[in-house]
């Protein structure tokens, strides 16, 4: 299972790296299954009905550190959107351009995950795949972003045989030119979650001050402004996967966004003129009183 501060990282930057975690006989294996290929799996299969008992892609979602991440991520018996074996010729293709693998997805309060399993050392001519930390929650439109070539702070996968990483479904990221003479393997699954995803992690450290640390953090291609809105998102995700309304990073600050009075007004205040007349009802539901005036707020400070 995943702490607070690694899923509080997962929000931040959209994915999470587990190296080496599938062991070197499965890698071996792999390189011979996924080059036969995999049958495709119907949109929406329960991953326990996805795959034969014994077949290498059950035994590697059993391996503890993957199965732990997926639990934390999307809960129980995600299902199957769908999966991919994606295989780089040497010399071969091209860049794949930049893009989220979703046309606009707004959903606040839910996301798919991809797992993305590399059999081999991937090493940098080999063309691993490159991804943007902290887009996720920007949303595009697919390959929108495929004009951006580079954008500082960008991740070309490095990463040792048996890396897993797991990918918000909103991510930026591509396939690089394979410009080594080894062929490139990656087998990908994406999940959509069946259960709600709330506090699905170890939750024994959410009061951990590094949790917000990490919700907080700056990417280097950020804009300013723009740039703040990727943490306000943050803080309406952790709303979310937490439960804890209230949650903000600086106050008020989302807490202010959420501002909906409700019907009438508040009864104290209200000019003489705009009272109902005599005989009229009351206002029907009086709003609660509005907090005091924020001393600071980060939109004041800049
Ligand atoms: O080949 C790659 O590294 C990435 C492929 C990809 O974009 C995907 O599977 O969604
Ligand atoms: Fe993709």
């Not at 792999?30 to 799996?41: C, H, I, N, S």
């Not at 798919?112 to 691993?128: F, K, S």
């Amino acid at each position: 299972m995943l702490s607070s501060v690694r899923m509080a990282r997962f929000v931040a930057r959209g994915s999470l790296r587990l190296d080496a975690v599938v062991p070197d006989e499965m890698n071996a294996e792999a390189l011979r299954v996924l080059a036969r290929g995999m049958a495709p799996v119907p949109y929406g299969t329960p991953v326990s009905q996805a795959y034969a008992q014994g077949s290498f892609a059950q035994r590697l979602l059993e391996l503890p550190q993957v199965a732990g991440a997926l639990y934390s991520l999307v809960g129980g018996e995600p299902a199957i959107d769908h999966h991919a074996v994606h295989i780089r010729e040497p010399h071969g293709g091209e860049a794949q351009p930049l893009h989220a693998d979703a046309i606009i997805d707004v959903r606040q309060d839910a996301f798919d995950v991809q797992l993305m399993y590399y059999p081999q050392d991937v090493t940098l001519e080999m063309g691993g795949t490159l991804s943007v930390p902290g887009s996720h929650l920007r949303r595009t439109n697919e390959t929108d972003t495929g004009r951006y070539q580079n954008l500082r702070g960008q991740d070309r996968l490095v990463c040792p045989a048996g890396t897993v990483v797991f990918l918000h479904h909103g991510l930026w990221h591509g396939g690089r030119r394979n410009d080594s003479d080894t062929v490139r393997y990656m087998f990908k699954i994406r999940f959509a979650p069946r259960e709600r995803q709330r506090l699905l992690w170890d939750t024994a450290d959410l009061h951990d001050p590094r949790v917000r640390t990490e919700l907080d953090a700056q990417f280097p291609w950020y804009e300013q402004a723009a740039g703040r809105l990727e943490r306000y998102n943050r803080v309406l995700l952790w709303r979310e996967l937490t439960g804890d309304a209230a949650f903000d990073l600086v106050d008020p600050w989302v807490t202010r966004v959420t501002n909906r009075p409700a019907a009438g007004r508040p009864a104290a205040g209200r000019p003489a003129a705009g009272r109902p007349a005599a005989g009229r009802p009351a206002v029907e539901n009086p709003a609660p009183a509005t907090a005091p005036a924020p001393a600071r707020s980060e939109e004041d400070a800049a």
